[in-house]
């Protein structure tokens, strides 16, 4: 069975650190790609960046480029997402999600998502 | 950029009611469009991919049509469970880019 799971809640203080986690099982993991989502409260849906744990190859969007960092670890088969600088408007829901096919070069939708890691930031 | 705009933002129906809702692709994206339910606290899940592929086990009173840059997601007999928030979104290898969602609420 695939399933992603992701590491518990956090309660940081602007200006903190964090790395969230995504753990892969039940699947190839360096064969398919992970993708990073955020959801604010009470908002939508917004893609944050992408990665290929066969090559750690990585795409983010415009809007959360050079604000967080999104990398692999094989070897655990473990994704992570990463802050250096927190700010409250990081406070968010945030999930891995796994699409249907494995590989970089073939578009599918979403079949897994993890359970999501709630952030919050506050001082 | 590419922009998906949803709408409406909220819509409020009855049980049994047919509700659609859409979604416009600021440029052509083919058939690369997909549905997701999200109901509060919870991962969203997977209803129709392909713009109008029906995801195992979803029921059929839910349906997708349209391609290129119009999209449609069509529940033909809303139930109780279907009472959600739903979102769709543009797939590529590299990029994922969601609407900003429509609430279907209890009329």
């Known amino acids: 069975e695939v399933q992603l799971v992701q590491s518990g809640a956090e309660v940081k203080k602007p200006g903190e650190s964090l790395r969230i986690s995504c753990k892969g099982s039940g699947y190839s993991f360096g064969s398919y790609l992970i993708g990073w989502v955020r959801q604010a409260p009470g908002k939508g849906l917004e893609w944050m960046g992408i990665i290929y744990p066969g090559d750690s190859d990585t795409r983010y969007s415009p809007s959360f480029q050079g604000q967080v960092t999104i990398s692999v670890d094989k070897s655990i088969s473990t994704a992570y997402l990463q802050w250096s600088g927190l700010k409250a408007s990081d406070t968010a829901m945030y999930f891995c999600?796994?699409?249907?096919?494995?590989?970089?070069?073939?578009?599918?939708?979403?079949?897994?998502w993890g359970q999501g890691t709630l952030v919050t930031v506050s001082s | 950029d590419l922009q998906m705009t949803q709408s409406p933002s909220t819509l409020s129906a009855s049980i049994g009611d047919r509700v659609t809702i859409t979604c416009r692709a600021s440029q052509s994206i083919g058939t690369l469009l997909a549905w997701y339910q999200q109901k509060p606290g919870k991962a969203p899940k997977l209803l129709i991919y392909s713009a109008s592929s029906l995801q195992s086990g979803v029921p059929s009173r839910f349906s997708g049509s349209g391609s290129e840059t119009e999209f449609a997601l069509s529940i033909s007999s809303l139930q109780p469970d279907d009472f959600a928030s739903y979102y769709c979104?543009?797939?590529?290898?590299?990029?994922?880019?969601f609407g900003l969602g429509t609430k279907v609420e209890i009329k």
């Open positions: 979104q543009h797939y590529n290898s590299y990029s994922w880019t």
């Open positions: 999600a796994r699409p249907y096919a494995s590989g970089s070069h073939t578009p599918t939708s979403i079949d897994y």
